[in-house]
């Protein structure tokens, strides 16, 4: 007898909301990445992270809305969701970019206060819309889950790439309006006859507008100086301010200011006319007979005029940002510079400088450092204060190695100093360095109020501490004054002074702000806020950096964590009060548990992988999109695993990284910039393919309540995402991950005790 073969569904009822899902998933993380890279330029780093993380929360309301009103769940209404979706996608950030924010007032204005909320409110609602189709799709299609959702991770991967790409080929404002694209699509994929006309004609006025899109998002703001150029990318936003006719400032995000100096090209001038942008080297690379000198972060090129000037025999010119690089190579401040990058002396790399430097060995005479900060909006996406690895104890390590037997490095900063020279001492210490205080030398710049570090290889003698800069110390109203190791009778008890002598353990309850080593595993120096410094009653002004030790970011996290917490959490327990169906404890619990898992392993390994790859940018791509293609491949096939499987893999992996990895990475960080991408993902491909299992395999267990334990997973996304950021302040990159395992972990006894999630 033959058996009946069992139904399938058709394949092209499964394709329409598979495809629509990736291209909304596409849109929708286009749009964070669009918006983090707007927001941290005009506002700064730490406030694009409260305003995106509280926006983004709206992807799990929407869902959540879907649940708790069934007449919405219509198929009918999806091109509507989107199509609403996409307009405020392009209206919110033009008309929020209007508003005369100042997030300093944050919490001293009601005004301003009232005026951030609705900031927030606007951008969360083209999340909302776009959270309610997403939450409507998967609700129809549970059954196809592992198809759906492996579509929807793959779109959010290709999402992207594509956005990045846009960005560095025709900018961000232009990119920011065509990210929609893909969510109109959908919106004609699902409406009905002529209503089609309605996203495609949306779609044919963005191309038609996309001309105003470099003045309709841009936040007029009153330079210092003439703006004369501007260039906005995925990896910064450049301007090039005139001063005056030979100087020029080149300014990254507008936090970062890079001397850019005007120069004839004539080297051969007597010394008292030629240029030595920051501080004069003529002294220290006289020293050798063939100077090779590193600038780390090269900028504008003021470094460089200044070794060459000074006589430097060769130069590696180190800088992340491409374009700044070619404008001094090919573009205007080319010739503006002299060409001073053609220079036969010069080698310019587009490189991170960490990244750079871990590959030579007794080659550098002198390494010089101005005033790099180690801050990075993009590395993370909306989720998370990201820093580099410029200035962590490893990182001085590999100066140490770097630099020849007679090298010095050069290490300049407004903030950093006295916290770096912990980093420095305790490196020291680490390669052995016999009485570290006596390689080390600290100079306080009065006008520009920022101190200079000298670091030598052997021990500074006093020769060289008195000479160095003999031309900036020396007269009734010196440049330079010496804070460390003999400063005037005025200084002895300067905080640089005190942390060698006394160390930073027991001098640190007598200072403001944080004077812990930074190391790779905990990379933070501009997180210098301690909260015995907050004071309620001093809030009415705010900075944006945590040099006086006001712990701003730990705040605008808490902020978060309170806004999850007392708001978006209890509104995701409504369901359990309304008639019918709905999840039980185990059942709400793991998709909280998997959401918040997910979020801040994702996060830490785009922050921690940094180090590996370099340039942030790169590196959120590259982490990205790989655990994303991989984790709708997981989704793909998780019907075919056991339901601990996935879990225990995760685990494993996540042990493996903390206990293996970071060695296998040390023995190839020597490989170029494509070699360590490629490792990269060869790491991440299988924690990504375990990661895309959970969600499907919860569908599994409550069908059509998946929509609900999508909101779930969205509030706890934005809530593990962000407290997982203290977790990793406080105790370091490693044991953050293995919380986010802890999450897995738990996540796992839920769906292996087979208890029931759906109760009514």
């Given at each position: 007898m033959k058996k009946t073969p069992k139904s399938k569904k058709p394949i092209t009822k499964t394709i329409k909301p598979a495809v629509t899902a990736g291209l909304i998933a596409s849109s929708f993380i286009g749009l964070e990445i669009l918006w983090t890279r707007i927001f941290s330029a005009e506002y700064f780093y730490t406030f694009a992270f409260l305003v995106l993380s509280?926006?983004?929360?709206?992807?799990?309301?929407?869902?959540?809305?879907?649940?708790?009103?069934?007449?919405?769940?219509?198929?009918k209404h999806l091109w509507v969701y989107l199509t609403l979706g996409a307009v405020i996608s392009i209206a919110g950030p033009v008309s929020v970019l209007q508003f005369d924010l100042n997030f300093t007032e944050i919490f001293g204005s009601w005004i301003m206060s009232a005026?951030?909320?609705?900031?927030?409110?606007?951008?969360?609602?083209?999340?909302?819309?776009?959270?309610?189709?997403?939450?409507?799709?998967?609700?129809i299609n549970h059954a196809e889950m592992p198809k759906i959702y492996m579509s929807d991770l793959i779109g959010s991967g290709l999402g992207v790439v594509v956005a990045v790409f846009l960005m560095n080929l025709i900018e961000v404002q232009k990119t920011a309006f065509l990210v929609s694209i893909p969510a109109l699509i959908a919106a004609i994929i699902y409406a009905e006859k002529w209503k089609k006309t309605i996203p495609a004609m949306m779609i044919a006025a963005l191309f038609i507008l996309l001309p105003k899109a470099e003045t309709w998002l841009n936040k007029q703001r009153e330079e210092r100086f003439e703006l004369i150029y501007q260039h906005w990318d995925a990896m910064a936003q450049l301007?090039?301010?005139?001063?005056?006719?030979?100087?020029?400032?080149?300014?990254?995000?507008?936090?970062?200011?890079?001397?850019?100096?005007?120069?004839?090209?004539?080297?051969?001038?007597?010394?008292?006319?030629?240029?030595?942008?920051?501080?004069?080297?003529?002294?220290?690379?006289e020293r050798y007979d063939s100077c090779t000198f590193l600038a780390l972060g090269a900028g504008g090129g003021g470094d460089v005029l200044n070794a060459l000037n000074s006589g430097a025999t060769e130069i590696h010119a180190v800088e992340v940002v491409p374009h700044l690089n070619d404008l001094m190579k090919t573009g205007f401040l080319h010739d503006f510079t002299g060409k001073i990058y053609s220079h036969n002396n010069v080698k310019v790399i587009t490189e991170d400088s960490r990244a750079y430097v871990r590959q030579f060995k007794n080659k550098f005479d002198i390494i010089y450092s101005l005033s790099s900060n180690t801050f990075a909006s993009l590395a993370s996406g909306a989720f998370a204060l990201a820093e580099n690895y410029l200035f962590t104890q490893e990182a001085f390590e590999h100066y140490y190695?770097?630099?020849?037997?007679?090298?010095?490095?050069?290490?300049?900063?407004?903030?950093?100093?006295?916290?770096?020279?912990?980093?420095?001492?305790?490196?020291?210490?680490?390669?052995?360095?016999?009485?570290?205080?006596?390689?080390?030398?600290?100079?306080?710049?009065?006008?520009?109020?920022?101190?200079?570090?000298?670091?030598?290889?052997?021990?500074?003698?006093?020769?060289?501490?008195e000479n160095a800069?003999?031309?900036?110390t020396e007269g009734p109203n010196p440049y330079l004054t010496q804070h460390y190791p003999n400063p005037p009778d005025s200084l002895q008890n300067n905080l640089v002074a005190q942390v060698i002598k006394h160390g930073w353990k027991n001098i640190q309850d007598t200072v403001p702000t944080d004077l812990s080593p930074t190391t790779d595993n905990k990379p933070f120096a501009a997180q210098m806020g301690l909260w015995k410094n907050f004071d309620i009653h001093k809030l009415d002004k705010i900075s944006p950096y945590e040099f006086k030790g006001f712990p701003l970011a730990k705040l605008l996290i808490l902020i978060i964590l309170l806004v999850v917490g007392l708001i978006v959490i209890p509104i995701n327990l409504i369901p359990f009060f309304k008639k019918g169906r709905k999840l039980n404890f185990n059942g709400w619990s793991f998709f909280f548990l998997i959401g918040a898992a997910f979020m801040a392993i994702e996060v830490i390994l785009i922050q921690k992988y940094t180090r590996f790859i370099g340039p942030g940018s790169y590196t959120f791509v590259t982490i990205l999109f790989t655990l994303l293609l991989a984790s709708g491949i997981g989704s793909r096939f998780s019907r075919k695993f056991k339901s601990v499987i996935p879990f225990a893999g995760i685990i494993l992996w996540v042990l493996c990284d903390v206990f293996l990895f970071e060695y296998l990475l040390d023995a190839?960080?020597?490989?170029?910039?494509?070699?360590?991408?490629?490792?990269?993902?060869?790491?991440?491909?299988?924690?990504?393919?375990?990661?895309?299992m959970p969600f499907p395999?919860?569908?599994?267990?409550?069908?059509?309540?998946?929509?609900?334990?999508?909101?779930?997973?969205?509030?706890?996304?934005?809530?593990?995402?962000?407290?997982?950021?203290?977790?990793a302040f406080n105790f370091g990159y490693n044991f953050a991950l293995v919380t986010g395992a802890m999450a897995y972990l738990l996540a796992m006894l839920i769906i292996r005790s087979k208890k029931k999630w759906i109760m009514g």
């Amino acid at each position: 007898m033959k058996k009946t073969p069992k139904s399938k569904k058709p394949i092209t009822k499964t394709i329409k909301p598979a495809v629509t899902a990736g291209l909304i998933a596409s849109s929708f993380i286009g749009l964070e990445i669009l918006w983090t890279r707007i927001f941290s330029a005009e506002y700064f780093y730490t406030f694009a992270f409260l305003v995106l993380s509280l926006s983004i929360l709206g992807l799990g309301l929407g869902a959540l809305i879907i649940r708790i009103f069934p007449k919405l769940s219509s198929v009918k209404h999806l091109w509507v969701y989107l199509t609403l979706g996409a307009v405020i996608s392009i209206a919110g950030p033009v008309s929020v970019l209007q508003f005369d924010l100042n997030f300093t007032e944050i919490f001293g204005s009601w005004i301003m206060s009232a005026k951030i909320a609705l900031v927030i409110l606007i951008l969360s609602i083209s999340f909302l819309f776009g959270g309610m189709a997403l939450g409507l799709i998967f609700k129809i299609n549970h059954a196809e889950m592992p198809k759906i959702y492996m579509s929807d991770l793959i779109g959010s991967g290709l999402g992207v790439v594509v956005a990045v790409f846009l960005m560095n080929l025709i900018e961000v404002q232009k990119t920011a309006f065509l990210v929609s694209i893909p969510a109109l699509i959908a919106a004609i994929i699902y409406a009905e006859k002529w209503k089609k006309t309605i996203p495609a004609m949306m779609i044919a006025a963005l191309f038609i507008l996309l001309p105003k899109a470099e003045t309709w998002l841009n936040k007029q703001r009153e330079e210092r100086f003439e703006l004369i150029y501007q260039h906005w990318d995925a990896m910064a936003q450049l301007k090039v301010l005139k001063r005056s006719d030979d100087f020029y400032y080149s300014v990254i995000d507008n936090a970062a200011h890079a001397p850019t100096i005007g120069f004839d090209g004539v080297y051969n001038k007597p010394d008292s006319l030629k240029k030595y942008p920051g501080y004069p080297m003529p002294y220290m690379v006289e020293r050798y007979d063939s100077c090779t000198f590193l600038a780390l972060g090269a900028g504008g090129g003021g470094d460089v005029l200044n070794a060459l000037n000074s006589g430097a025999t060769e130069i590696h010119a180190v800088e992340v940002v491409p374009h700044l690089n070619d404008l001094m190579k090919t573009g205007f401040l080319h010739d503006f510079t002299g060409k001073i990058y053609s220079h036969n002396n010069v080698k310019v790399i587009t490189e991170d400088s960490r990244a750079y430097v871990r590959q030579f060995k007794n080659k550098f005479d002198i390494i010089y450092s101005l005033s790099s900060n180690t801050f990075a909006s993009l590395a993370s996406g909306a989720f998370a204060l990201a820093e580099n690895y410029l200035f962590t104890q490893e990182a001085f390590e590999h100066y140490y190695d770097a630099m020849t037997e007679d090298g010095i490095m050069l290490l300049d900063h407004q903030f950093y100093i006295p916290r770096l020279t912990t980093a420095i001492i305790q490196a020291l210490e680490n390669k052995g360095v016999h009485q570290p205080e006596s390689h080390i030398a600290v100079f306080h710049s009065y006008p520009g109020r920022r101190k200079m570090m000298l670091i030598g290889k052997q021990p500074l003698n006093k020769n060289i501490i008195e000479n160095a800069f003999a031309s900036t110390t020396e007269g009734p109203n010196p440049y330079l004054t010496q804070h460390y190791p003999n400063p005037p009778d005025s200084l002895q008890n300067n905080l640089v002074a005190q942390v060698i002598k006394h160390g930073w353990k027991n001098i640190q309850d007598t200072v403001p702000t944080d004077l812990s080593p930074t190391t790779d595993n905990k990379p933070f120096a501009a997180q210098m806020g301690l909260w015995k410094n907050f004071d309620i009653h001093k809030l009415d002004k705010i900075s944006p950096y945590e040099f006086k030790g006001f712990p701003l970011a730990k705040l605008l996290i808490l902020i978060i964590l309170l806004v999850v917490g007392l708001i978006v959490i209890p509104i995701n327990l409504i369901p359990f009060f309304k008639k019918g169906r709905k999840l039980n404890f185990n059942g709400w619990s793991f998709f909280f548990l998997i959401g918040a898992a997910f979020m801040a392993i994702e996060v830490i390994l785009i922050q921690k992988y940094t180090r590996f790859i370099g340039p942030g940018s790169y590196t959120f791509v590259t982490i990205l999109f790989t655990l994303l293609l991989a984790s709708g491949i997981g989704s793909r096939f998780s019907r075919k695993f056991k339901s601990v499987i996935p879990f225990a893999g995760i685990i494993l992996w996540v042990l493996c990284d903390v206990f293996l990895f970071e060695y296998l990475l040390d023995a190839v960080d020597y490989l170029p910039m494509f070699g360590r991408i490629l490792i990269t993902i060869l790491i991440i491909l299988p924690l990504g393919f375990f990661m895309g299992m959970p969600f499907p395999k919860g569908t599994q267990r409550v069908g059509d309540l998946i929509d609900w334990g999508f909101a779930i997973n969205g509030a706890a996304s934005v809530l593990g995402s962000t407290a997982i950021m203290l977790v990793a302040f406080n105790f370091g990159y490693n044991f953050a991950l293995v919380t986010g395992a802890m999450a897995y972990l738990l996540a796992m006894l839920i769906i292996r005790s087979k208890k029931k999630w759906i109760m009514g």
